[in-house]
């Protein structure tokens, strides 16, 4: 039989059989499970449902909370880790919190309700916070204010080398945010909600006006006064300092 000019469309409709074998399977959202059944979901901000399609970050820093969503129904998160990993309550949208208490690797398994079978997990890797590095958010001026406290890093933009350094302008509409990000010992972030303490520093000069967001992360900071003042921010046991010059 021509396959071309074959009764009936047979050309065309092995043609469309073809494309269809060739697209494979479909990923599932997240990070594909080692066992291939499904797919799990990382998300940061334990206060909102879970949603969209992040994936495991490479490192999670210990101290630290997140929520984990499975892609598939009917199943019950767990890990087999419990001197790293601590499970906390499962939201209504099925995604488990967890909280990091020791570095190391831990796995989260997804074993089916009904006969607790395990039918996939993920490996974390749990890292100690070694430092805090701190960004300046472009073009984020007055972001968060006595009466807007929600602002994330996502908005921040700031990518590359910290700082510890910032000029403000006495009384400018204009005041920076920054926002703090937590290191390992190599010098890569690790992810995960934290906690961070901003405290202004005794024996300061200037007095600053300080701001904090919601997740406590990010801060508004500007100056009511000119000199130079010291911020320290606090993360679990490690600590940075900031340093401001507030001009004219």
């Not at 990923?27 to 990382?42: D, H, I, Q, R, S």
């Not at 749990?126 to 204010?145: K, W, Y």
Request: hydrophobic content about 40%; some cysteine; overall charge negative.
């Amino acid at each position: 039989m021509n396959l071309e000019n074959g009764p009936k469309g047979g050309a065309t409709v092995l043609g469309v059989a073809l494309v269809l074998c060739a697209c494979g399977p479909l990923e599932p959202a997240g990070t594909p499970g080692a066992l291939k059944e499904g797919g799990f979901v990382y998300c940061e901000d334990v206060t909102a449902p879970c949603a969209g399609e992040a994936t495991i970050p490479d490192g999670i820093a210990v101290g630290s909370r997140f929520k984990i969503q499975y892609s598939e129904p009917d199943v019950r998160l767990s890990t087999p880790d419990s001197t790293k990993l601590e499970v906390g309550a499962v939201d209504n949208d099925g995604s488990t919190a967890f909280h990091a208490i020791e570095a190391g690797n831990a796995s989260v398994e997804a074993r089916l309700t009904s006969s607790d079978k395990l039918l996939d997990f993920v490996r974390l890797d749990l890292g100690d916070i070694d430092s805090l590095e701190f960004r300046t958010c472009p073009r984020a001026f007055n972001a968060i204010t006595g009466d807007v406290k929600s602002f994330t890093r996502a908005e921040c933009g700031a990518s590359g080398s910290g700082t510890t350094d910032v000029d403000v302008s006495l009384g400018s509409g204009l005041a920076p945010t920054l926002c703090a990000f937590a290191l390992d010992s190599q010098g890569t972030e690790l992810a995960g909600r934290l906690t961070f303490d901003w405290a202004p520093n005794e024996g300061s000069v200037a007095e600053l006006e300080m701001f904090v967001a919601d997740d406590t992360r990010c801060a508004t900071v500007g100056g009511l006064t000119q000199g130079t003042a010291s911020v320290t921010v606090l993360a679990g046991t490690t600590s940075g300092v900031l340093n401001f010059t507030v001009g004219p």
